[in-house]
């Protein structure tokens, strides 16, 4: 295959090539075969598909910390979050609107009043 996309490819569309095989293999193999199998893949991690993954990875990684410093911090000032509020503040994906909630908290005097606006 390397053989193959190195004679009939460009190599920015090989790369995209081998990171989508990669991704695809993960759908069907553990993630130690595929590796194994693609050992040695060259450009994958210059890939626009494999950077992507990466950033969107990273991207819910913040909001997850997010999520989990707001709740930290408000459990902390008024005491334990109720299933509901939890569940409005893990259906908050923008990372800006939970900075901006977290920024609230001490301006507040309860998880309701920190919720709206």
């Given at each position: 295959m390397e053989e193959r996309l190195d004679k009939?490819?460009?190599?920015?569309?090989?790369?995209i090539l081998w990171a989508s095989t990669y991704i695809l293999m993960g759908l069907r193999y553990p993630p130690a075969l595929a590796a194994q199998l693609l050992r040695g893949v060259r450009n994958m991690k210059e890939s626009?598909?494999?950077?992507?993954i990466l950033e969107e990875g990273a991207a819910q990684g913040r909001a997850d910390e997010a999520r989990r410093l707001l709740l930290l911090m408000g459990d902390k000032r008024f005491g334990a979050a109720d299933a509901r509020i939890r569940r409005a503040i893990e259906s908050i994906t923008s990372v800006e609107r939970l900075e901006q909630l977290t920024a609230r908290i001490l301006d507040v005097s309860n998880w309701d009043e920190l919720l709206t606006q």
């Amino acid at each position: 295959m390397e053989e193959r996309l190195d004679k009939e490819m460009e190599p920015a569309q090989a790369a995209i090539l081998w990171a989508s095989t990669y991704i695809l293999m993960g759908l069907r193999y553990p993630p130690a075969l595929a590796a194994q199998l693609l050992r040695g893949v060259r450009n994958m991690k210059e890939s626009t598909t494999y950077q992507a993954i990466l950033e969107e990875g990273a991207a819910q990684g913040r909001a997850d910390e997010a999520r989990r410093l707001l709740l930290l911090m408000g459990d902390k000032r008024f005491g334990a979050a109720d299933a509901r509020i939890r569940r409005a503040i893990e259906s908050i994906t923008s990372v800006e609107r939970l900075e901006q909630l977290t920024a609230r908290i001490l301006d507040v005097s309860n998880w309701d009043e920190l919720l709206t606006q």
